[in-house]
């Protein structure tokens, strides 16, 4: 029983530490989170934007721009090797720039352009989240 028992003990004692060096090993490179949180702040506002009907051709540019910069730097800063996550960052860069290219002018253009652009973000991240 005192053998089960330390054993029991041990087993908790390592994952609470294996835990602890996950969490400082994560916390040591804060670029991946930090390029995600400025795309989902960006991404954020234009579906404001859309949810309060107040599209301002100016600003939606403004934030498409914002991204497209921010999503040059997601292959370098995640550092992931395959050739599907390169793709998917690829096609999201292109989506980027059509956005960017069509200029949307009123609600019903942003909601259009923003549209590619949340499905792809959304297939990455089902796949790498």
Known sequence: MRVVLMLLLGLVIGVLGTAQVMNVLAARNPMPKA?????????????????????????SQHHLERMQSTATDIVPVFGIDEKMFTDK?????????????????????????????????????????
Request: glycine share 6%; charged share 20%; hydrophobic share 40%.
């Open 89 to 129: 960052a690829g096609e999201l860069q292109t989506r980027l720039q059509q956005a960017v290219q069509a200029a949307p002018a009123d609600c019903a253009a942003l909601a259009a352009a923003i549209k590619p652009i949340g499905d792809t973000c959304k297939s990455c991240h089902q796949q790498y989240r």
């Open 35 to 59: 390029v995600m949180v400025t795309m989902g702040y960006h991404m954020g506002e234009l579906s404001h934007a859309l949810k309060a009907r107040q599209c301002d051709a100016a600003k």
